[in-house]
């Protein structure tokens, strides 16, 4: 597995009983996301140069922990399924120094062409990077 984002519940991101807001984790998913595609060579460059997009097409997330401010977090992700015009994803978020799993986040998103706004094949080095992922 990769480890696609690092970092701390601040007390801000916490809900009025003192508990990471739902819309905290999936922030943190979707930056550990941006890791993920960065690795696998679709970084800031890559979408900026209109060489496509991503887009998810199914999320689905199961919350197992309770996080608080303080707690330190940590997202490694990998690679369940790569097909011609997808890659199916898992990121999984820990508390660091216990290890206890706290939620994951399973993504299917699709490569897609800039203009035309439709499904287009990811790029054979794109796909390779993934697959070399896959558990």
């Known amino acids: ?79 369940l399924e790569v097909k011609p015009k997808a890659i199916t994803f898992k990121h999984t978020m820990k508390e660091t120094l216990s290890g206890e799993e706290a939620a994951t986040c399973t993504i299917t998103a699709v490569h897609i062409e800039p203009t035309e706004r439709r499904g287009s094949p990811l790029p054979d080095e794109v796909a390779k990077a993934a697959q070399a992922l896959i558990s």
């Open 1 to 79: 597995m990769l480890k696609t984002y690092v970092g701390a519940v601040y007390p801000w991101q916490c809900d009025q009983v003192g508990h990471m807001n739902v819309a905290f984790y999936v922030a943190k998913f979707d930056e550990a996301t941006w890791q993920f595609f960065a690795h696998i060579g679709m970084d800031g460059a890559y979408f900026r140069e209109q060489r496509g997009g991503m887009g998810a097409v199914d999320q689905h997330l199961t919350y197992r922990r309770e996080l608080h401010p303080g707690d330190v977090v940590e997202v490694s992700t990998e690679v």
